[in-house]
């Protein structure tokens, strides 16, 4: 369970295992038709569950096309502008790109994207790397409520929430289940 989640009461299920495959199998073709296949392309996930998301969409995209996609893995802490909100201190993870950004048609990958403040810490962080080419944004859920103006490129699902409720995405390889959840603040 996510910080917090222990006081917080189950709303819904919005998507189960399949659901999840399937908007990662459209999110796979949809990157592949925009960007008229995979040349150049490459996958960046924003720690902790885009890392597992981008993955396996690299692995969506292979099966698809054949061609194997180079994964990277961003830890956004220290770009964060509410990282005095977050934790005394904030655990530094490390960032892996082992691959040049310059000229790269990049898919920023994360599990929701909620008000826009974790993607752009995450734009300064790849710049920090070199200049893509492009960089597009690909969510499994969008819950609304932007602050900045950031918006996804692809989406798995759009789902409106209040501001008391936590989208909470579970993923095999992180939270040993496979899940979208809406919970809600007591």
Known sequence: MGTGEQFMRHKAQILDKEGIRRALTRIAHEIIERNKGTEELALIGI?????????RLAAKIKEIEGSTV???TLD???????????AQQPLVHRTEVPFPVSDKKIVLVDDVIYTGRTIRAALDAIMDLGRPRVIQLAALIDRGHRE???????????????RREVVAVRLQEIDGEERVLILEKD
Do not use: F, M
């Open 47 to 55: 720690r902790r569950r885009g890392v597992p998301l981008a993955e």
């Open 70 to 72: 180079p994964v990277g």
């Open 76 to 86: 956004i802490t220290l770009y964060r502008d509410d990282l005095t909100t977050l």
């Open 148 to 162: 900045l103006p950031i918006r996804a490129d692809y989406v798995g699902k759009n789902v409106p929430t209040s």
